[in-house]
């Protein structure tokens, strides 16, 4: 591990670097739009389409989850399945044992992860890097076989899980159950999306990258490092931890084996794709978890998996820091090229 | 006594499988300062080639080192091709490189060998060795072939001026480069001896679990633990962490009333996380001292 130092670097893509000074105006256009298209999507698309996409929104903010804590925060976390099926229990066990209403299952799912999370924030401090990443993955291993655990079926359903039913739309509005859902779900993405952005703008959110960039150095300047990464773990928890609860709600069901390892993973290679640090790249890595699989699903039934892999390998290789990196990449070099050309 | 003595041993025999793991995950660790997500799944394919090997007529063993041999020569060509141009991408690029690999091979050998179960020959038979119960002469013959293995690396890093080369490499890159020696054909070296060691795991493993395309998951997920646990800068550590788990494992489901059976993993991997509270660099493991 004598490479430690070094690691936390690359990890950084910082999010301050910033364009040209005309791209901060370019960036509200751009969110505006894509708000825009957001809104009108449900009624161009129908039934699954919208469905998919609510869960891509909802891939999405699990993604951000693990991106505070492993792209600002610089902590590495195979685990963060185990959140969003921590998340999506909660919010099953509320409204299908205890009549809930399912708006009131988020915040309840939120705190429980916060808490979770903040707990295991604590053992995690004192490790780094691969050691952490063990930790982090004996949680998303442990907790479908927690969920199986017969002391535990009353509330859990054992190997059957719960069947979560879906709300209906509030009768005023002239929409469908699923159309209904991703409008719910864009909200909730919409609100915490703005409160990540606003977190990682703050001072707060300076002193959880500077204990990324360079953790000896920011504990040196008074941050108070063991608080800022045990509560960066713990919001990352609460992040994944409402994903999983919208997910539940969309997908009506939820049994301990969606909850594998392989789910943490799923949301690491979206981080990574998306853009370690990125915001909005944590919406194009749901996009890839969500449609990818379905796509080489598509291309060869038996290879499903290789043609992934191979899909993987290109974006990698294409856009070795993700897709926020390269959309960076780009508007550099077309900025640049405008500023080559003699004025007029 | 009896029964402890006999869940031990279990344990030992199980722990072997993960020591061959931990031990192959430390090799690349050292190597190329990653954790290999794919080991499991190149193993598996070396296995796989070793069966189709034997099918084919070859005897055993001469099956058994052109398995070898090949899954050394595909470490090297995966390391060149796929991972070189990762070189110099953000850390976790090249982890993205890895699940990729483990998805292409997984999806691989179902896809040539299909998914059903395939019995696989042991060189070592199953007789119970001495005429006990405890133990088998497979077993056995795992445990010796790890602690000949863990030897042989032992010797190779300590006494041979390629594994001097091979550490420094991994130790200080920059520094290695300087006094000449080649670094990227260093982590090329051990990708494929990696993927050997991977290899007769693989292939030590498969007549116990049965060769399928998942067979290394839940082997790799202990050998892992048990690396870590042992420290992932020490081989021997790592090997010793394997038998470790495996023993942990078993005495969990064995004596821990009510829970044990059903959450023996999340036992075992509880215990680890308690040992690396205490030791944060493993059991054997050295703590790296980073400079300001």
């Known amino acids: 591990m004598t490479t430690q130092p070094q690691e936390a670097v690359p990890l950084a893509p910082a999010q301050t670097r910033g364009g040209p000074a005309a791209w901060p105006a370019l960036r509200h256009w751009v969110m505006i739009g894509a708000i825009a298209i957001a809104l009108v999507l449900p009624f161009v698309f129908h039934g699954f389409v919208v469905f998919q996409l609510t869960l891509v929104m909802i891939y999405g903010l699990a993604i951000l989850g693990l991106n505070l804590l492993t792209g600002f925060n610089g902590q590495f976390s195979l685990g963060h399945g185990a959140f969003y099926g921590l998340g999506a229990y909660v ?126 150095a920011a504990s040196a300047m008074g941050i108070n490092a063991p608080l800022y990464k045990t509560l960066t773990f713990g919001v990352s928890a609460l992040y994944t931890g409402i994903a999983g609860a919208l997910g539940a709600i969309a997908v009506q069901f939820v049994a301990p084996d969606s909850f594998n390892f392989l789910l943490s993973i799923s949301f690491l290679v979206g981080l990574i794709i998306g853009g370690m640090g990125s915001l909005p790249g944590c919406l194009f890595g749901g996009l890839f978890v969500l449609y990818v699989p379905n796509i080489a699903e598509s291309v060869s039934r038996g290879l499903a998996g290789a043609v992934y892999g191979v899909i993987m390998l290109l974006v990698i290789f294409v856009m070795p820091s993700g897709a926020a990196g390269f959309t960076r990449l780009v508007i550099a070099r077309l900025s640049r090229s405008r500023n080559r050309q003699p004025p007029a | 006594m009896q029964l402890l003595l006999q869940q031990i041993m279990a344990g030992l025999a199980n722990g072997a499988i993960y020591a061959l793991v931990a031990l192959a995950v430390v090799m690349i ?143 200080n890159p920059d520094s290695a480069r300087l006094v000449g020696i080649r670094v990227g054909w260093m982590t090329a070296l051990g990708w494929g001896m990696a993927a050997a060691i991977g290899a007769v795991a693989g292939m030590l493993i498969a007549p116990v679990v049965f060769l399928e395309p998942n067979m290394m998951l839940g082997a790799l997920l202990y050998g892992f633990a048990g690396a870590v646990l042992g420290g992932l800068s020490s081989p021997g550590g790592a090997v010793l962490g394997g038998f470790a788990v495996g023993i942990i494992e078993n005495l969990a489901a064995t004596y821990i009333p009510y829970v044990g059976r059903d959450l023996k993993l999340t036992i075992a991997l509880i215990v680890i996380v308690a040992v690396l509270m205490v030791r944060p660099a493993g059991l054997f493991g050295r703590s790296a001292v980073s400079r300001v």
């Open chain 1, 91 to 216: 919010t099953a066990i509320l409204m299908q044992r205890w009549g809930v209403a399912y708006y009131w299952t988020l915040p309840a799912a939120g705190g429980v992860c916060f808490l979770v999370g903040f707990l295991f924030g604590l053992p995690a401090l004192r490790l780094q890097g691969l050691y952490l990443a063990l930790a982090t993955f004996a949680l998303a291993v442990a907790l479908p076989q927690l969920l199986k655990f017969h002391g535990l079926e009353h509330w859990t359903g054992g190997v059957q899980g719960i069947v979560v039913d879906q709300p209906d739309p509030p009768s005023f509005l002239p929409i469908d159950a699923d159309q209904w859902l991703y409008y719910f779900t864009l909200a909730v993405v919409l609100i915490l999306f703005a409160g990540a952005a606003n977190l990682v703008r703050s001072r707060t959110g300076r002193a959880i990258m500077a204990i990324r960039d360079h953790p000896i």
């Open chain 2, 29 to 171: 660790y050292q190597a190329i300062d990653h954790l290999n997500f794919a080991q499991g799944e190149m193993a598996t394919f070396s296995s796989f080639l070793a069966w189709q090997l034997i099918a084919w007529g070859l005897p055993y063993w001469a099956a058994f080192f052109t398995a070898v041999i090949l899954s050394f020569a595909a470490g090297v060509a995966i390391e060149r091709v796929l991972f070189r141009p990762l070189h110099h991408a953000p850390i976790l690029a090249s982890l993205v490189g890895f699940i990729a690999l483990f998805s292409i091979l997984n999806s691989g050998d179902g896809y040539l060998w299909n998914y059903t179960i395939k019995t696989f020959p042991t060189p070592f038979g199953t007789r119970p060795l001495f005429g006990s119960a405890l133990i088998d002469t497979h077993e056995a013959g795992m445990i010796g072939v790890t602690v000949l293995l863990l030897a042989l690396l032992y010797l190779f890093f300590r006494r041979t001026r390629l594994g001097l080369a091979m550490r420094a490499a991994a130790a």
